[in-house]
Nanobody
Framework: QVQLAESGGGLVQAGGSLRLSCAGSGRTFSTSTMAWFRQAPGKEREFVATISWSGGSTYYADSVKGRFTISRDNAKNMVFLQMNSLKPEDTAVYYC????????????????WGQGTQVTVSS
């Protein structure tokens, strides 16, 4: 079973960049669809980006398209989220998730979650 741990969150000014990392363990990591979700205070958890097991396919929420890039390194069991041109509305706890079929972006479809990392964007 895959286990996940996020890192890389922090405080950044609007327009800045952050790179989130998700370290995975378990034999099935390299064959798992991976995704990033986020949850702002008082709001539901929302989909951000997903990547297929090979890294050959990616899909983004409209709100981050063109600003965020998801990638993975299966040799190191890592998934990344490069976030550029950050906005105050990007402030949230960001979660790494595994286990859904590629293309299914419902949070309920992902079986495994990390503990989350806080991203705060100041205006």
């Amino acid at each position: 079973q895959v286990q996940l741990a996020e890192s890389g969150g922090g405080l950044v000014q609007a327009g800045g960049s952050l790179r989130l990392s998700c370290a995975g363990s378990g034999r099935t990591f390299s064959t798992s669809t991976m995704a990033w979700f986020r949850q702002a205070p008082g709001k539901e958890r929302e989909f951000v980006a997903t990547i297929s097991w090979s890294g050959g396919s990616t899909y983004y929420a409209d709100s981050v398209k063109g600003r965020f890039t998801i990638s993975r390194d299966n040799a190191k069991n890592m998934v990344f989220l490069q976030m550029n041109s950050l906005k105050p509305e990007d402030t949230a706890v960001y979660y790494c998730a595994a286990g859904a079929s590629y293309g299914d972006v419902r949070s309920t479809s992902f079986r495994t979650w990390g503990q989350g990392t806080q991203v705060t964007v100041s205006s």
